[in-house]
């Protein structure tokens, strides 16, 4: 599975898609820290960084997945001794996709955004919130990607209208049990975020895992 | 290998493609499949590769290594063909030798150095035979392998697919060209209305037949049953003559309608018709070849 995970990663980089993302991801991040983050409110900004993103961690996911032709898929699949393992190495070279970028994004700040160096805890913690929004992202890719979407219309409707109805249902009462997007978002910017990272990092990775479950399901008859 | 009351649809509100199909694929077995546009004939493939699993029944027995070439291979891939052999046989784990040995056997060494989107169709269904090569394959699946091919290359194909079967190897082929009319033991598989009719391997004595010397199976025998599933009746418009040319199980025999009459079909004359088609002197070739391919007598008339 890692050499076809290193073959679909090969073929996302000379394909140039992966720069439609990056691109993405560094305009976000140009706008995020074009003004410096005063001290303190490191945490703040990073919770930000980790639910903007999503949208960029889903666009890479996805474009990544649609790279291969769907003539390609059955021959990975077969080169790799089975439709699990070809699905696999698509999730996996996506998430390999995604942690970069968000590598990139909690790095970058911290060679300029930040006023001040923050606590290594508090890097830790962004890095921990950019994880949960890359699960969440790399889900929503998948499931807007080809096999599972056919019209590419369709599909970017779905990425982007689910990505905001995400965004939107985490506004309400009930936003706690899905992706927890604006809690986490404000528990940082209230400095309260570690009583509330339990919960939500429960809560993101169980919908993140729903999503993957329903892909990899309906992949099944979606070669 | 074995599909036991296989049945597949799409989705759950779609059509049935295939209904109840048994089919055993012992090793060592050429299988050509054919069929019209549109009769399942991918989707048995499919089925068999397994890309999809049964909606209802199973496939047990599949061989660890399968090999699958597409009917249009995918150039649209940022890869040289080398490169992109170099990553399959890596995905394989195959010797680092393999794809440049089949390379030169197809006579495709001068495509290795071309991007995959410059190759012409016939040197993109090259690179998709070699991939499918890499291991070597316990079950080969081709999916319309001869569209394209240069003579060299369409020459050297039933040898290679010889030599898998050789070594107990499974090779299924879906060959609307019915290129493998004329393999030496190779059963034939029409996908039609939503059934698999298997026909097996020609007897030597059927390989060849005489004019007039048709051989007759006799009632009970697996052509008697072909005809009773419905096989197409036979438009001959002069049955002293002989079926002629192409006399293999695919494209139909006189025999065909003796075992009809003996199955109690009435006679044959009455599901007849002779339809006459005119055609370019340069296709007539490959009309006659894809109406053998989806079970029709075609016989020349100059």
């Known amino acids: ?223 | 290998m074995r599909l036991s009351q296989v049945s597949f649809r799409y989705s759950r509100r779609g059509p049935w493609i295939l209904e109840d199909v048994e089919l055993a694929l012992r090793p060592g077995s050429v299988v050509e499949v054919t069929g019209r546009n549109g009769a399942g004939k991918s989707t048995l493939l499919r089925l068999l590769a397994g890309f999809v699993p049964p909606t209802r029944g199973s496939v047990s027995g599949r061989p660890r290594v399968v090999g699958y070439a597409p009917d249009v291979f995918p150039t649209g891939q940022p890869f040289t063909v080398s490169a992109y052999l170099a990553h399959m046989t890596r995905v394989r784990g195959a010797s680092p030798a393999a794809a440049g040995d089949l390379a030169r056997r197809l006579n495709a060494v001068h495509l290795l150095d071309l991007p995959l989107g410059d190759l012409s169709k016939g040197s993109a269904q090259k690179v998709g035979l070699i991939q499918s090569l890499l291991g070597p394959p316990d079950l080969l699946i081709l999916d319309e392998p001869f569209a394209g091919l240069d003579e060299q290359t369409r020459a050297e194909l039933p040898a290679v697919i010889g030599e898998i079967a050789a070594r107990g190897g499974i090779v299924v082929v879906s060959d609307h060209q019915n290129q493998l009319r004329e393999f030496p033991g190779a059963d034939h598989c029409l996908v039609a209305d939503r059934a698999v009719t298997v026909h097996p391997a020609a007897r030597p004595a059927e390989q060849d037949p005489g004019p007039g010397s048709e051989p007759d199976p006799g009632p009970g025998s697996e052509r008697d049953t072909e005809w009773v599933l419905g096989r197409p009746a036979e438009p001959d418009p002069d049955p002293g003559s002989g079926s002629g040319s192409g006399a293999g199980l695919g494209s139909g025999s006189g025999s065909e309608r003796d075992a009809g009459r003996a199955a109690g079909q009435g006679p044959a004359t009455d599901r007849r018709a002779v339809i006459e088609v005119l055609v370019d002197p340069d296709e007539a070739d490959e009309v006659e070849q894809k109406l053998r391919a989806d079970g029709y007598t075609a016989r020349r008339i100059l």
């Open chain 1, 1 to 223: 599975m890692t050499r076809l995970t290193r073959f679909k990663l090969s073929a996302y980089a000379r394909s140039h898609r992966l720069f439609q993302p990056a691109i993405g991801l560094l305009l976000m991040l140009g706008v995020f820290y074009s003004t410096l983050t005063p001290p303190g409110k490191e945490l703040s900004a990073y919770a930000d960084s980790a639910g903007l993103l999503i949208v960029v961690f889903a666009w890479a996911a996805r474009s990544l997945l649609d790279t291969e032709p769907a003539a390609q898929r059955l021959v990975s699949m077969t080169a790799a001794d089975g439709p699990g393992r070809e699905i696999g190495a698509g999730l996996l070279a996506a998430f390999t996709v995604n942690l970069m970028f968000a590598a990139i994004a909690v790095v970058t700040p911290l060679l300029h955004g930040f006023a001040a160096t923050p606590a290594p805890g508090d890097v830790a913690r962004g890095a921990v919130l950019h994880l949960l929004g890359l699960s969440a992202g790399t889900a929503l890719g998948a499931l807007t990607s080809h096999p599972i979407m056919q019209s590419p219309a369709a599909s970017m409707l779905t990425l982007f209208g689910g990505y905001v109805a995400l965004l939107l249902v985490s506004l309400t009462p009930v936003g706690r049990f899905t992706v927890p997007v604006m809690p986490w978002m404000r528990a940082a910017n209230d400095g309260a975020l570690d009583t509330v990272l339990l919960p939500v990092t429960a809560a993101a990775l169980f919908w993140s895992a729903a999503g993957l479950a329903a892909y990899v399901r309906l992949r099944r008859t979606r070669p």
